[in-house]
């Protein structure tokens, strides 16, 4: 089946820095990418859709200039945290959609990356 | 605006029958999502539906009736690790999911 890898699992910063999260298809390509925070006990939030050799495209809310999305291969897209702060600290997911595959199985999620910044 | 609809919290027996419902008002309908989240890890996909009836994969069904916006997930013979928050998701008509809350699910034994 399709997986998508997440690196890393866990990273712990310090306020004001930077962290950069990867997001990779390991065994089919993917246009297009999603990138999801979840806060403890509450849904999957999209922040983003991140489109390969294109800009992506924020949700209402999202601050473009603090998460920044790269997507520049069919099967890697990053999500930067910039100057981050406590309360960025939260649940990141990715999920990524099958270039080839059908209509039902479209998503396909990463293991998710826990970020904390003290 | 749009709305997906799904209790809370529920409790079941192991080796129960239990099952989860979801209720959705969104822009246009293009299939709809079951998917599993345990504590901590992301979502594994569970079940699709686009046309009216019933799914069945081994101890999971899953229902869609979109005249009344209405799906459920049926999950038979209870296990322990069945315990996990249950997510509901339609995609619109621009091909976006959108999510519930999820249903967490307690399984006692």
């Known amino acids: 089946g399709a997986v998508v890898s997440q690196h890393p699992s866990r990273v712990i910063c310090k306020s004001g820095t930077s962290v950069k999260i990867e997001c990779r298809s390991l065994?089919?390509?993917?246009?297009?990418m999603f990138w999801y925070r979840q806060f403890p006990k509450q849904s999957l939030m999209l922040m983003a859709t991140?489109?390969?050799?294109?800009?992506?495209?924020?949700e209402q809310g999202v601050e473009k200039d603090k998460f920044l999305i790269n997507h520049a291969s069919l099967t890697l897209s990053t999500l930067t945290v910039t100057s981050a702060h406590p309360e960025d600290s939260s649940f990141y997911i990715c999920s990524a959609r099958d270039l080839a595959g059908g209509d039902s199985y479209e998503q396909y999620f990463g293991p998710g990356t826990r970020l904390t910044v003290t | 605006g749009q709305n997906i609809d799904q209790p809370t919290e529920m409790t079941a027996t192991e080796g129960a029958i239990v099952q989860i419902n979801c209720t959705y008002q969104t822009s246009g309908f293009n299939g709809l999502f079951w998917y599993q989240q345990h504590a901590g890890e992301a979502p594994t996909f569970l079940s699709y539906n686009v046309l009216d009836g019933l799914e069945e994969k081994g101890r999971f069904s899953s229902f869609l009736s979109r005249s009344k916006g209405y799906s459920y997930l049926l999950l038979k013979e209870l296990q322990m690790k069945d315990s996990a928050s249950y997510l509901c998701?339609?995609?619109?008509?621009?091909?976006?999911?959108?999510w519930g809350a999820g249903t967490k699910l307690i399984i006692k034994p």
């Open positions: 998701a339609v995609r619109d008509s621009n091909y976006q999911l959108i």
């Open positions: 065994d089919f390509q993917a246009t297009t």
């Open positions: 991140s489109n390969e050799g294109s800009k992506a495209t924020y």
